[in-house]
């Protein structure tokens, strides 16, 4: 049972359009989520964070919006570029757990 | 990589064969784990450690042993190779289970290990 869930295996924007990536959640007790990049062959890089009591953060172009009631967060980023071609990873953690749970990954295509 | 060092980077074997892969730290960090990535599963947690000789299981470490007898040092072994653990091995560490500036659980990946069970 998954329970972090990304539904779009792979997202193609224009570059200097907006790229929404999209996380549904289902444990309640999760109190941060953190958005991972990947690029091929090398480990997943940490992008942006966000803890249960916000409903946003923002760091340059990457946005991440939570709405706990919907159990959702997305990533934006604006504006896209062809070097934000890569694999996203939602990820989440709960209370005083000592690991995360990852979602499956959205592959992001950017085109010039 | 932020000091972590995963070894062998590739390797091929067969089924019923043993297989180690190795990681290795320069970061002192606490906390060391071990993830495998799959199509359509994204990353999911094999073991983790929290100390010299404090292991935990996680979601798939069914097939799969750890031991950490020095901070530096993680090994994952897989004591039988099987198909089905054909994937790419991730090694992350954390310096503690919360950030100091973020306050989430903030992992630092390896570059990953791809193993293939012939």
């Known amino acids: 049972d998954q329970q972090v869930k990304q539904n779009s295996p792979s997202l193609s924007v224009q570059e200097g359009r907006i790229s929404i990536l999209n996380c549904d959640y289902t444990?309640?007790?999760?109190?941060?989520f953190l958005w991972y990049k990947k690029y091929p062959a090398e480990g997943p890089t940490f992008l942006i964070s966000?803890?249960?009591?916000?409903d946003k953060n923002e760091d340059g172009r990457f946005t991440v919006f939570l709405n706990k009631s919907a159990k959702h967060l997305s990533l934006h980023i604006v504006p896209s570029q062809p070097g934000d071609s890569a694999v996203y990873f939602c990820?989440?953690?709960?209370?005083?757990?000592?690991?995360?749970?990852f979602g499956s990954g959205t592959q992001l295509t950017v085109l010039p | 990589d932020a000091g972590i060092t995963q070894s062998p980077r590739h390797k091929v074997t067969e089924t019923g064969t043993p297989v180690t892969l190795r990681c290795h730290q320069t970061?002192?960090?606490?906390?060391m784990y071990w993830y495998r990535q799959d199509p359509g599963h994204g990353l999911r947690l094999i073991h983790y450690?929290?100390?010299?000789?404090?292991?935990d299981k996680g979601e798939v470490s069914d097939g799969y042993s750890v031991s950490r007898s020095k901070t530096e040092d993680f090994l994952l072994t897989l004591e039988s190779a099987t198909s089905s653990q054909t994937s790419v091995y991730f090694c992350?560490?954390?310096?503690?289970?919360?950030?100091?500036?973020?306050?989430?659980?903030?992992?630092?990946f390896g570059a990953g290990s791809r193993l293939t069970v012939l």
């Open positions: 990820a989440a953690r709960s209370g005083s757990a000592r690991q995360l749970t």
């Open positions: 966000i803890s249960s009591i916000k």
């Open positions: 444990n309640s007790m999760f109190d941060y």
């Open positions: 450690s929290y100390g010299v000789k404090d292991t």
């Open positions: 992350a560490i954390s310096e503690s289970v919360r950030d100091r500036v973020s306050g989430a659980n903030v992992l630092t």
């Open positions: 970061e002192n960090h606490r906390y």
